[in-house]
């Protein structure tokens, strides 16, 4: 089933290469990057369990974005790289401790053969032309600001671990990203993959239904979404706010913006900091915290 017997998951007939820049710096790969879309966005995602993401890739918005032409996620079997006869991808770490170590040999051959790095050229390795992300607990905490900096790219390849981690050699000479998803540890890497792959994607010109949609999400622009009702305008005596049923654009795209400003400062008041706020944002938040007898 293709070059070295790779499974690979194939949702498109043809892929138009990618004409993003190449990494000059590695570890900020996608930073300070201008945007250069093509049609489709490709995956090319590095597993020991690539059945993982059929069923989520067939339904809703992804299944919609691949069949549109938007989304190309191909699978690599990082096991279809090894070279010995039981196909070993871990063995214990130098220094004793619990648990298995991912070995270099496999994930770099895997990564090196499907990104075309000739490491014989250079010693070290080629830098390779689409960001290298691994995705790890000790990477930089995934967010909204983040989905979009990738979204910029028309090419990403994403390497899942298992086990106790990565011989660091893969950390320190192959990859040129580590994202982590959240303070907490997952069996592997397939399902924050998932993740990433959603969030990003739906970032990309033409995938939502909507093209204004992600503009208005949480974590856009650092804060919280504002609620949001629909028909009917009442149920069990719960009415919807007067200001959204008045036509009234300009007050209604006031009042959602300080409903956000609210409730961000409630539910997650840790990112008011970072947020970008205007002096009327200041003066409402001021005037929020000091109703709620906030010092």
């Given at each position: ?6 499974l ?21 790969a ?15 995602v590095?597993t ?33 790289y ?11 770490p ?30 070290r ?39 106790e ?6 950390r320190?000479?192959l ?84 409903q ?10 840790d ?8 002096d ?6 001021e ?8 010092p």
């Open positions: 089933m293709g070059q070295r017997g790779r690979v998951l194939r949702f498109l007939i043809a892929f138009k290469k990618a004409t993003c820049p190449p990494i000059e710096d590695r570890k900020s996608v930073r300070d990057s201008k945007p250069c879309y093509n049609l489709c966005m490709r995956f090319d590095f020991l369990f690539p059945e993982i993401f059929t069923s989520p890739l067939q339904e809703s918005i992804l299944k919609r974005a691949i069949e549109a032409g938007h989304l190309e996620v191909q699978l690599h079997n990082i096991r279809d090894t070279t010995d006869k039981h196909h070993i991808t871990d063995d214990y130098y220094g004793g401790g619990g648990g298995m170590l991912m070995k270099p040999e496999p994930v770099f051959s895997a990564v090196e053969s499907v990104l075309g790095i000739d490491n014989e050229a250079s010693g390795g080629q830098m390779a032309a689409v960001p290298i992300i691994l995705l790890t607990p000790q990477g930089r905490s995934f967010n909204q600001d983040i989905a979009w900096e990738l979204a910029k790219y028309d090419r990403l390849a994403v390497i899942c671990g298992r086990y981690g990565f011989d660091e050699r893969i320190e000479h990859v040129t990203d580590e994202i982590s998803i959240g303070d907490y540890v997952l069996t592997g890497g397939e399902l924050a993959a998932l993740i990433m792959i959603d969030a990003v994607i739906r970032l990309r010109p033409g995938v939502l239904g909507d093209p204004e949609g992600p503009i208005d999400d949480s974590h856009t622009g650092g804060l919280l979404e504002y609620p949001q009702y629909t028909r009917p305008p009442e149920f069990r005596s719960l009415k919807v706010p007067e200001v959204l049923l008045s036509g009234d654009h300009a007050k209604i795209d006031r009042w959602r913006r300080e956000s400003l609210r409730r961000t400062l409630q539910r997650r008041p990112l008011i900091e970072a947020a970008k706020l205007s009327a944002d200041r003066a409402f938040l005037m929020a915290k000091n109703e709620a007898g906030d």
